[in-house]
Nanobody, 114 residues
Framework: QVQLVESGGGLVQPGGSLRLSCAASGFSFSSYSMSWYRQAPGKDREFVARVTTSGAITSYADSVKGRFTISRDNAKNTVYLQMNSLKPEDTAVYYC???????WGQGTQVTVSS
């Protein structure tokens, strides 16, 4: 069965860093681009970052460009999101997914607050 399990969220002060991980199983991970989305309270889910199958091409939302880095390790069936210079407005539940297949994880909470 398909599973996407996010981890690495938590409480961090403004300016701090977190690294999210998403472990995938049950499908051909290396065949799909992988994405991170986030949803803040009362807001729609929004795109954060995407990485192609080989990891060679990445794309980012303007709001995180230069601060966040998406990467993947196909040998470990894992996608990562390195988040630096975090801001209070980055507070949200972060989801990873293979969007083309409609596979999504359960999310991990990131809270940026002093």
């Amino acid at each position: 069965q398909v599973q996407l399990v996010e981890s690495g969220g938590g409480l961090v002060q403004p300016g701090g860093s977190l690294r999210l991980s998403c472990a995938a199983s049950g499908f051909s991970f290396s065949s799909y681009s992988m994405s991170w989305y986030r949803q803040a309270p009362g807001k729609d889910r929004e795109f954060v970052a995407r990485v192609t199958t080989s990891g060679a091409i990445t794309s980012y939302a303007d709001s995180v460009k230069g601060r966040f880095t998406i990467s993947r390790d196909n040998a470990k069936n894992t996608v990562y999101l390195q988040m630096n210079s975090l801001k209070p407005e980055d507070t949200a539940v972060y989801y990873c997914g293979a969007q083309a297949r409609g596979f999504w994880g359960q999310g991990t909470q990131v809270t940026v607050s002093s």
